[in-house]
Each structure stands twice: as C-alpha cells, then as structure tokens.
C-alpha cells in the first residue's frame, strides 16, 4: 500500500493548474525558517520527507504545501525534543489574542 | 492572480483571520527563537536570500551555455565548477546539481513525483503547478499530455525523456537554442529562457520579429 | 575505499519491489520493474537511514536507470522510444540476466 506521497502515474485526469499563488508572509517564512534550521543541522531533508510521508493520507492530501512543511516540522521539532505540542498550542493561543 | 510571481507576498493585515497551520509556523518560528535555536535575523536573512534568487539566474547559464560551446561542455560534465567559473559558487550544503541537453533527438522532462525536488540554487522557487499532485501524478505516465497543456506538441521522431529525481540530484534541463537566434547577443538570448523550459516542459519562445528569418 | 560498483552503464537491472515502513525513495511505481543503467551518479549517505537520524553510513551508490515507457505502464500512449529515468540506490537493484 503505497504511502500518500508515492503518487507517480496514480489516475488522475486534472489539467495542470499553471498559475501560481501568491505566496504568504507566513509561507515564505516557514520556508526561510527550513532553511535555516536545515543550515544548522537540526532538520534533514531526509528527516523532512520522512515526517511528510508519516502524516494521516487523507491530511497529506488536504492540506497546502506549506501546511504540510509546517505539520512535518511540527511532528520532528517535537521528536527531538526542541518543543512541545502543549507549548505550540499555548503559544498559538498567545499569538490570536495579540491579533484581536 | 495570474500575474503574481514569487516576489510578490502577502501580509495579512492584523486581526485577519489566519489559518490554524499559518498561526502553528508562526507559534513554531516564535518558540525557537525565544529558546535560542535560532533568530529572526537569521530567517529574514534566508528570506531575502530566497527572494534573491529566480529563473533568471538559470537562464543566465544557458545562454552562455549556447553561447560558448566549451562552456557549455563543461556545464553538462561537472555543472559545479563550470557554474563556479562565471560566478555561481553553490554552497557545500546544495544538493548536487545534473544539467541534461535537449537535442533535436531528445527532449528531457524533469519531475519529482515523491515531493517537489528542484534546482532552487538555479530557478528559486518551484512553481505551485510543480508541487501539484496532477503533475507529480501525471508526469511520469502521460508527459506528451502534459506538455501539449504547456503549448509544446512533440513529433513522434524525438524521444521524450522523463526525468525523476528521486534521489541526491536535481536536474536543469538546458533547452535547444531556437534556429535563427546567430545574432542575438547573450543577453537577448537570456529572455528566451522561460523558467518552464528548464523544467523541460515547453521549448524557448522566439516572440515574432526576434529570429531572424 | 576501494569498494565496486557492482553495475555499469548498459546493464540491466531490475528494482527490488518493498515497501519498508522505513522512508525510503524508490517510487512504488517503478518496483518489479527492468530497466538499464545510463549513469552512476555517484555515493550518497543513504536516506533510509538519515531519514530517522541515522549517519546515513554505508553510502550508497545512485545509478541513473533508464526504463521503456511501455514496458511501465500498461496504458503509456506515446511512441516505444519513450523512456522514464528515474536516481535508484544500489541496493535497491538487483541484476537481470546473469
């Protein structure tokens, strides 16, 4: 049974969608921040595609490309010990208050 | 929204209503800051970094590879230090580069069906059509299809060479220089370099008035 | 050092079909599938193992391998010259013909 991600020649009859999206702060961000923590050796590519594979099929198909970066960095960051989902949820709290 | 490209972002304005995984990047990014692991000034840096490069960059290098045939010699057998020579020095840490040529036999095809692999040291960005699951699922199986979508039509006489890059490499496809481009300079030739043609999906554009006949 | 590749470019070889529960990178579309070495494009520390924090030691060789669009896929409308070249570690490949 293939993992969501091994999609080459899997049926699909849709037209390539040619535009491109105008990126968010918050997408450019978290691709920055990939970077930076890939330059530092705290993330692996390999680390990255591996925690992409492991999300839920029909989430990994659900989500945007970014979401998906930021729910696999989400799941390694709390693996090596870096944070807490408690803490993220306390700090996502703390961010919506301060934008009311 | 078709004319938007990568340099372009959004900044919600404040009290907008942001997406439960856009608010988790942000809560991440905060958090690692705050512990040390690294900096706002770091990210903004990568960001400008990022932002800094764009097709153009690629297109730069195949004109001169059409340009300069030892060059473009050396580009196809070591990209790495023929890149180096005309001032594109990667560093250690960028994935390993592998330039294919189109020819009239050959038309290469790149893809990364498992995730977006892609020459971002070259093109920047990867388009959103790249990472889209149509193309990661079409490509590999119908790519005269998907090419016929980007306006090229492949005669039956060229082979069609779909590359995935699964692994260490990321592919630059170096496009064939369109007949009647002899006397365009290295920099006129530079804008017929579509960043799509690089991905292999569609050939140069030559607009009318610009080959001479 | 001094270790071999066991494949050249020309041979045939034939992907091993797996599918660990380990991250691998060989597309599930290519397993079972014979195809011929283009390329060695060199050794890499394999994925499998820096995937879940390992070294990435023993590297592995990466063969560029070549394939018969018709010989893929069943449905495949282009011409019989067609191919799909897909970057596949050594140890994925087994030989064809020996």
């Given at each position: 049974?293939?993992?969501?991600?091994?999609m080459?020649?899997?049926?699909?009859?849709?037209?390539?969608?040619?535009?491109?999206?105008?990126?968010?702060?918050?997408?450019?961000?978290?691709?920055?921040?990939?970077?930076?923590?890939?330059?530092?050796?705290?993330?692996?590519?390999?680390?990255?595609?591996?925690?992409?594979?492991?999300l839920?099929?029909?989430?990994?198909?659900?989500?945007?490309?970014?979401?998906r970066?930021t729910?696999?960095?989400?799941?390694?960051?709390?693996?090596?010990?870096?944070?807490?989902?408690?803490?993220?949820?306390?700090?996502?709290?703390?961010?919506?208050?301060?934008?009311? | 929204?078709?004319?938007s490209?990568?340099?372009?972002?959004?900044?919600p304005?404040?009290?907008?209503e942001?997406?439960?995984?856009a608010?988790?990047?942000?809560?991440?990014?905060?958090?690692?800051?705050?512990?040390?692991v690294c900096?706002?000034?770091?990210?903004?840096?990568?960001?400008?970094?990022?932002e800094?490069r764009s097709?153009s960059?690629g297109a730069?290098?195949?004109?001169h590879?059409?340009?300069?045939?030892?060059f473009?010699?050396?580009?196809?057998?070591?990209?790495?230090?023929?890149?180096?020579?005309?001032?594109?020095?990667?560093?250690?840490?960028?994935?390993?580069?592998?330039?294919?040529?189109n020819?009239e036999?050959?038309?290469h095809?790149?893809?990364?069906?498992?995730?977006?692999?892609?020459?971002?040291a070259?093109?920047?960005?990867?388009p959103?059509?790249?990472?889209?699951?149509?193309?990661?699922?079409?490509?590999?199986?119908?790519?005269?299809?998907?090419?016929?979508?980007?306006?090229l039509?492949?005669?039956?006489?060229?082979?069609?060479?779909?590359?995935?890059?699964?692994?260490?490499?990321?592919?630059?496809?170096l496009?064939?220089?369109?007949?009647g481009?002899?006397?365009?300079s290295?920099a006129?030739?530079?804008k017929?370099?579509?960043?799509?043609c690089?991905?292999g999906?569609?050939d140069?554009?030559?607009?009318?008035?610009?080959?001479?006949? | 050092?001094?270790?071999?590749?066991k494949?050249?470019?020309?041979?045939q070889?034939?992907?091993?079909v797996?599918?660990?529960?380990?991250?691998?990178?060989?597309?599930t579309?290519?397993?079972?599938?014979t195809?011929?070495?283009?390329?060695?494009?060199?050794r890499?520390?394999?994925?499998?193992?820096?995937?879940?924090?390992?070294?990435?030691?023993?590297?592995?060789?990466?063969?560029?391998?070549?394939?018969a669009?018709n010989?893929?896929?069943?449905?495949?409308?282009?011409?019989?010259?067609?191919?799909?070249?897909?970057?596949?570690?050594?140890?994925?490949?087994?030989?064809?013909?020996?």
């Amino acid at each position: 049974m293939p993992k969501p991600h091994d999609m080459g020649g899997e049926p699909n009859d849709e037209p390539i969608d040619q535009s491109d999206h105008q990126k968010m702060d918050w997408e450019m961000r978290a691709d920055a921040l990939h970077q930076v923590l890939g330059q530092k050796g705290i993330r692996r590519t390999d680390e990255m595609r591996r925690a992409m594979e492991s999300l839920d099929p029909d989430l990994y198909r659900s989500l945007s490309y970014y979401e998906r970066w930021t729910a696999a960095l989400e799941l390694l960051m709390v693996e090596k010990g870096f944070l807490t989902s408690d803490e993220i949820d306390r700090k996502v709290t703390q961010l919506n208050q301060g934008a009311n | 929204m078709s004319e938007s490209h990568d340099g372009e972002h959004v900044h919600p304005e404040s009290g907008e209503e942001l997406s439960l995984y856009a608010r988790r990047a942000q809560a991440i990014e905060a958090l690692l800051v705050e512990k040390g692991v690294c900096s706002t000034g770091e990210v903004d840096r990568m960001m400008n970094m990022v932002e800094s490069r764009s097709p153009s960059d690629g297109a730069k290098v195949v004109a001169h590879a059409w340009s300069d045939p030892e060059f473009k010699a050396r580009l196809l057998a070591d990209p790495r230090s023929a890149l180096t020579e005309i001032g594109y020095s990667l560093p250690d840490t960028t994935p390993h580069l592998a330039v294919v040529e189109n020819t009239e036999q050959v038309h290469h095809m790149v893809v990364c069906t498992l995730c977006s692999c892609y020459p971002r040291a070259l093109l920047g960005r990867p388009p959103d059509w790249y990472k889209s699951f149509a193309y990661r699922s079409r490509a590999v199986v119908d790519p005269r299809g998907v090419m016929r979508e980007f306006g090229l039509e492949l005669a039956d006489s060229v082979e069609v060479q779909v590359l995935d890059s699964t692994a260490d490499l990321r592919y630059l496809v170096l496009p064939r220089r369109p007949t009647g481009t002899e006397n365009l300079s290295e920099a006129e030739l530079a804008k017929l370099v579509s960043r799509d043609c690089m991905i292999g999906v569609t050939d140069p554009h030559v607009p009318e008035g610009v080959a001479a006949s | 050092m001094a270790q071999s590749n066991k494949y050249r470019t020309g041979d045939q070889v034939k992907v091993r079909v797996d599918s660990p529960s380990h991250h691998y990178r060989t597309p599930t579309y290519i397993q079972g599938k014979t195809g011929v070495v283009v390329a060695i494009c060199g050794r890499y520390r394999n994925p499998e193992s820096l995937g879940h924090g390992g070294d990435g030691m023993p590297e592995q060789l990466l063969y560029r391998v070549a394939f018969a669009q018709n010989s893929v896929w069943d449905r495949y409308q282009g011409p019989s010259g067609d191919k799909i070249l897909v970057d596949i570690y050594e140890h994925w490949l087994d030989p064809v013909g020996v």
